[in-house]
């Protein structure tokens, strides 16, 4: 059993299709690049993580070398630590201004990895942005200890400047790694995460940099951020989150849509009225109908086509509507045109003609009939 489909539904999805395909190509980009990005981002510096980003070989060396690390997400712990610790914030930037001048107060050593503008202004006053160069070697070219027992190590990211400090490791007007003093304790910002994480620790020098920025002080208190604890009214909007990329890409893809729509009705046009190839007289369909119920035999067809034809004609002309019943059609034309009842119903729904010659006449008296009932 076959089924046929609507060739209007078959025309629409020939003209759908096209854009179908593209938005699922999107989607379907847009799916990898959010899984990949997960995968990316998962275990990324922290302590317990074994993968790739995680930082779990540096915690286990500062551990074994007497150093205690602990891992804490809280923000008032962070700000809550003493003189004879050193407080790890892995992502400030990710801190909401309220967090930002919470951790402020503290009284420990604080190492900053990858801040911006507005971490630097609550948690390190003394040291400015200054740009951003790649990740790769680089010697230290500076006197702060930690960076000369290290020696070359794999810095680069955003670059810092200070008045009042260390610069390490510089490129252009910035460095990779600047150490300043502010209230009483020691502020180490670093400009990339590649030395903390468990694949950049066994590189260059990265190692003994990382070691000795976090092994200062007795205690390490490792803060890793969550975005729970940002207040709600200092929570960003979706707009904020996906940042201007995916908002000038989306809209690209909208002006794009736009475009392809427009295209496809161009396409399509108007309607244009197009002149048949071949002209057929209504006369020629006629007889060529005829010569196939004679080819055929159908003289039963053929009178019937002429019976209905007739009727259809003489209902209007006696004045009875199109629903009439046939004895109503044959005492009306009976009455007009003088003529027994009988003879009348036995012309317009008598037997069918035994023959050719029959069916001839038959049309005869039926156009006979008609001019009859006309004329009166």
């Known amino acids: 059993m076959t089924t046929s489909v609507d060739p209007r539904l078959r025309q629409l999805w020939t003209a759908a299709r096209g854009p179908v395909a593209i938005g699922l190509l ?52 962070a700000a809550s630590a003493g003189p004879d610790t050193t407080v790890l914030v892995t992502f400030p930037d990710r801190l909401a201004p309220s967090q930002l001048t919470t951790v402020a107060r503290t009284r420990a050593d604080l190492v900053l990895v990858a801040p911006g503008p507005d971490a630097l202004a609550e948690l390190a006053p003394g040291i ?27 810095t680069g990211g955003r670059l810092y400047r ?28 670093i400009g990339a995460p590649d030395m903390l994480t468990n694949t950049g620790l066994p590189e260059a020098g990265n190692a ?38 995916w908002l000038w890409g989306a809209a690209q893809l909208g002006i794009a849509a736009v475009l392809l729509a427009l295209w496809r009705a161009r396409r399509l046009g108007p309607v244009v009225a197009e002149p048949l190839p071949v002209v057929v007289r209504a006369a020629e369909t006629v007889e060529g109908q005829a010569r196939l119920y004679r080819r055929v035999g159908a003289r039963d067809h053929a ?59 038959l049309a005869d008296n039926l156009d006979t009939l008609e001019t009859e009932v006309g004329r009166s």
């Not at 009439?324 to 034309?333: F, H, I, N, R, S």
Request: include cysteine.
């Open 26 to 77: 999107v989607l379907l980009g847009a799916v990898i690049i959010a899984v990949v990005s997960m995968q990316a981002d998962r275990g990324l510096l922290d302590p317990r993580a074994t993968d790739e980003a995680g930082s779990r070989a540096v915690a286990e060396v500062l551990r074994g070398q007497g150093v205690g690390v602990e891992l804490t997400r809280d923000t008032a712990r």
């Open 128 to 154: 400015a942005a200054a740009g951003q160069a790649p990740v790769q070697q680089r010697p230290a070219q500076c006197a702060l200890p930690a960076a000369r027992a290290a020696g070359g190590a794999d």
């Open 162 to 189: 200070t008045g009042n400090g260390q610069q390490c490791y510089p490129v252009a007007d910035g460095a990779a790694l600047v150490q300043a003093g502010d209230a009483g304790r020691t502020v180490t910002v």
């Open 208 to 245: 003994a940099l990382a070691l000795r920025l976090l092994g200062q002080q007795n205690r390490l208190l490792w803060y890793l951020p969550v975005p729970g604890e940002v207040p709600a009214a200092e929570q960003k909007s979706f707009a904020e989150l996906v940042g201007p990329g």
């Open 303 to 361: 009178a019937q086509t002429l019976r209905d034809a007739s009727c259809a004609r003489l209902r209007p002309l006696l004045g009875l509507p199109v629903a009439a019943e046939p004895g109503a059609v044959a005492v009306a034309a009976a009455s007009r045109t003088g003529r027994s009842g009988s003879e009348v119903t036995a012309l317009l729904y008598g037997p069918a003609p035994a023959d050719d010659t029959a069916l001839v006449r």
